[in-house]
């Protein structure tokens, strides 16, 4: 007899640990299978502020702050066509924290015991091979573990293999990024130089004639440095020539930067290399299954974005399926909500790293000009606003001005106008949203006088109870879900409307 599960995960990397930590945590019954044992090597060490509003909750935030993860103050680039270095720092931007840059092997063990710790059962040395399918629908998965084949079933499964692509491949279905045709080159070093003052702990990035480099320092003890290269199409051909170990060398050396940095480094790691990550799936979701993390997709390691997407849209993805399994019928439209807001993340952040591969040409104004493009007409929120394109290149290399988040915001710094309000709280930002959606489904349903406005929304804030349980879709008939009792403020946060409010605007109709 197959075991049967609400839900399936296959892989327990950031992604796959953050969606079976969720789902466990709200009661769903998760298994999450893993090939490797933990702890495991694994390439992405630096993250973003934005992190930590996952790693909350996920409940991991204050194990991540104990360790001795390197803080992350922010970034050094000695990049474009000034070779002066400059720094920026995520404290400019509203006081962000300074993130980490961590050892992949220690940091994902503690995502994948907190997933064990919060209820999903964890196999690891659990190799999937097959998804299996019935009428199109996936249904379960055929693993092998010690030697035995398992067949474990499941009401949803969830592709979360990383660059392996399980699905991807096996489905045919996807597309490699023609900007990004990049190849990677790393290795590590032990005692190199460290930033100063503030500076230390930031991530320096260094281009060179074929693309660039990064220096993230990952232990002050011993001063563990990686150190890998980019190479751009434009290096290929001189890579292939040398072979990645000589090229990695060379363009070290020949760097204007990095051998003072390694004057005295000692290399302590086998220099690695790997090609083909830049892509995405065509569809993220089908019948029964899901794609998160770099088994959906991946855009490229410049501005550190794959842990933050990875686990950002995890929780995204477990919103989705907690909202499904207990109401089946709007797959489809949950399911493409979670596709069209995770390539929305995806796109910015593509578009932020095609502003910064244009490396020799530009001044650091550039950049910053290039960035606050992208969230235009311009930041829309007060304190983020005031000092212009810096701050919205700062935003955004934070992970946090999403455009789609902008939008919501702006709309509610107007509102906050027309009221003459002059406090801005979580509860009043999210009040807003969750009126306005009443508002919107009033109108689907024809009640076109009814209306609750913001004189109502001041009266009753800080009297929404906040659970962060359910997805919601905003779909453009929302007739089909139970529309009373999933809402989602703008900063993807999910909310119940509390016995008060329900009786509100039950009142209304
Ligand atoms: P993974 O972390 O790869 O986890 C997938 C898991 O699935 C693995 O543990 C694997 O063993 C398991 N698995 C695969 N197939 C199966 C199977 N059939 N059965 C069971 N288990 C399976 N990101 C950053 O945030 N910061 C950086 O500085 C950064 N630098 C990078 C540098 C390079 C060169 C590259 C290529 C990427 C970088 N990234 C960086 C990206 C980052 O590594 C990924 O985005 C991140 O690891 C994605 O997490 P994930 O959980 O989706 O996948």
Sequence with gaps: MAETYDVIVIG??????????????????VLLLEKEKFPREHIGESLLPANWKVFDRLGVSEKIRNTSFVPKPGGTFIWGKDRTPWTVYFGEVNGLPAARQVKRDVFDKILLDN????????????????????????????????GQTYEAKAKYVVDASGQDKFLGKKLKSIEYNPDFKNVAVWSYWENGKQLEGHDKGNVIYI??????????????????????AIVTPSGRKVLREKGFEKFYLDAINSSDTL???????????????????????????????????DAA??????????VMLATSNGMMGAYALNTLLDEPNIENDVFK???????????????????????????????????????QPKLAHEK?????????????????????TEKVINNFMEKRKKIGSTHTTFNEETMFMVFDHINQNLRDEGKDNTTINSETVIELDNRVEIKNEYFVPVIPNANKMNKKRVLK????????????LENLVESLK
Excluded at 12 to 29: D, E, K, Q, V, Y
Excluded at 297 to 306: A, E
Excluded at 348 to 354: I, K, P, Q, V
Aim: hydrophobic share 35%.
């Design 297 to 306: 997709c991946f855009v490229d390691p410049i501005l550190s974005s794959g």
């Design 115 to 146: 997933a064990k710790e919060k209820g999903a059962k964890v196999k690891e040395q659990s190799v999937v091979k097959e998804i299996i399918f019935e009428e199109n629908r996936a249904t379960g998965v055929i693993y092998e573990n010690g």
């Design 259 to 293: 051998p003072s940095l390694l004057e005295n480094a000692k290399q302590v790691a086998n220099i690695k290399v790997t090609k083909d990550y830049s892509y995405r799936n065509t569809n993220l979701f089908g019948e029964g299954w899901l794609m998160v993390g």
């Design 12 to 29: 327990g990397g950031p992604a796959g640990s953050s969606i079976s930590t969720l789902l466990s945590s709200w009661g769903r019954n």
């Design 207 to 228: 281009t060179f004639e074929h693309g660039w480099f990064w220096y993230i320092p990952l232990d002050f003890d011993n001063n563990l440095i990686s150190v890998g």
């Design 337 to 375: 909500r979670y596709e069209e807001m995770y390539i929305r993340n995806y796109n910015t952040f593509t578009a932020l790293c095609n502003n910064m591969y244009d490396t020799q040409k530009k001044s650091k104004e550039d950049y910053f000009s290039g960035a606050r493009n992208l969230v």
């Design 489 to 500: 403020n703008p900063f993807g946060d999910i909310i119940q409307l509390s016995p008060l």
């Design 384 to 404: 983020v606003d005031q000092t212009g394109d810096r701050q919205a290149f700062i935003s955004l290399i934070s992970g946090l001005n999403q455009k789609d």
